[in-house]
């Protein structure tokens, strides 16, 4: 097979395969956050061709953002069942099965059953989970920077390429934009076709970090790999540690993907900034998302994780109370996706740090999806609210306030946080 002469190959010059894993999982999560991000350049034709409310088209958004969330726990479930590779490229064939469907819409509810729910579990199969169970199954060492870099790469393909979108549909129609996000579909599923692997044992490596090769854990049956995340929300729910990373997720998720990647473009139209200018300004903010998320990586494996996320938090509320006073300019807005882009998911490295400390490395991706269930709440929250703002105030700004005093909040919780240390047992997941 490809992957194991390719393993072979890098382990005489010392460089382990996981990265290999890394790289396709990394296209994989810019692909499909390319796919979430689509919707927010496409508001505005959509009503234009079909006539629909801002508030109507955002409910399919909402769903979409509802169904990303709550499948991040079952995606960890599903993994360790049928194994990474599998599920991804399902997920991968179920995106593009609702993209394509778009093509040939033409009343609300079919946006609501392909955009809200074909995509939402689409996606929802290849969230951050993704990132957490890659991470724990490969490294030991350098996981903070594994998770830092695939988190930078969602938070990026979400931004990056709405500029190049914004100009496909300016030009050709917003069907030009559902074919291109088709196209990079269809080359993430061949590349992990040929490049994916479970876990090290599969190419007969050690985790990262480790001397041994690990066996795969035994696979219990469907129906108890269905049932674990269940199990596993039932012991976490009676601990703080949980509630906290749920109630600063769902903040997380109101200040970012729900609000800023929905619904900034059409916001910028609303003071006169073409969409492509707008595109482009998510773009600058996603390039710093880079750096930023990847240096969150290195400082989560370094420092309290605690105080990172109340630095993060705390400074993400303060540029978003800025927005609105920033008068839309060049320089403004500039200043802003720079500040806000290095914040923009720098919180996902010290919350799965946080997650696998407390409640151990083979559930976190399991605990850590049902955080993100939370942030996808929350920014399906953001993504109705903000529509609903607009409707009916014909302004989105309050949006943007309450977004910002919540952040602060979260800072103030992440250092409630106790100190590091392995919460009370949390049974095994079955795998």
Request: glycine share 10%; net charge positive; aromatic share 14%.
């Amino acid at each position: 097979m490809v992957s194991t002469a390719l393993a072979s190959t890098l382990a005489r010059r010392n460089v382990h395969y996981g990265w290999v894993v890394v790289a396709a999982t990394f296209l994989t999560m810019l692909v499909t956050a390319g796919a979430m991000g689509a919707p927010g350049v496409l508001i505005k034709p959509l009503q234009d061709e079909f006539g629909w409310e801002t508030s109507q088209i955002s409910s399919a958004l909402a769903i979409r953002l509802i169904l990303f969330g709550l499948m991040g726990p079952f995606a960890a479930a599903f993994m360790n069942y049928f194994g990474v590779r599998k599920v991804i490229v399902f997920a991968l064939a179920l995106i593009g099965a609702g993209f394509i469907g778009s093509l040939f819409m033409t009343k609300l509810w079919h946006l609501l059953a392909l955009w809200g729910i074909v995509v939402g579990f689409g996606t929802g199969l290849t969230a951050m989970v993704l990132a957490a169970t890659v991470s724990t199954r490969w490294f030991v060492k350098h996981r903070g920077l594994v998770v830092g870099m695939l988190s930078a790469s969602s938070a990026t393909g979400q931004l990056v390429f709405l500029p190049l979108m914004a100009e496909l549909t300016e030009r050709y129609g917003w069907r030009a934009t559902v074919f291109f996000v088709c196209a990079m579909i269809m080359v993430a599923a061949l590349l992990v076709l040929l490049l994916m692997r479970d876990r090290p044992s599969d190419v007969n490596l050690p985790l990262l970090g480790e001397t041994h090769v690990a066996p795969a854990p035994a696979r219990g049956t469907l129906g108890a790999a269905l049932a674990t995340p269940i199990t596993v929300l039932k012991e976490i729910s009676t601990t703080s540690t949980f509630w906290i990373l749920f109630a600063t997720f769902f903040i997380c998720g109101l200040s970012t993907n729900g609000l800023i990647q929905t619904h900034f473009v059409t916001l910028c139209g609303d003071f006169g900034i073409a969409p492509v200018a707008a595109a482009s300004v998510l773009a600058v903010m996603g390039i710093f998302d880079f750096f930023g998320t990847i240096g969150s990586g290195w400082l989560s494996d370094r420092f309290d994780n605690r105080w990172l996320l109340f630095w993060y938090y705390g400074l993400r509320g303060l540029s978003l109370l800025y927005l609105p006073f920033s008068d839309f300019s060049f320089y403004g807005l500039s200043f802003f996706a720079i500040f806000y882009g290095l914040d923009w998911i720098a919180t996902v490295p010290p919350t799965v740090k946080i997650a696998a400390d407390r409640f151990g490395r083979e559930k976190a991706g399991l605990v850590f999806g049902w955080v993100f269930a939370g942030h996808q709440l929350g920014a399906a929250t953001a993504a109705y609210g903000a529509g609903l703002s607009r409707t009916e105030l014909s302004t989105y700004l309050p949006a943007f306030f309450v977004a910002g005093a919540f952040c602060l909040l979260a800072s103030v919780l992440a250092i409630t946080l106790k100190k590091s240390g392995l919460t009370n047992p949390v049974p095994a997941a079955a795998h």
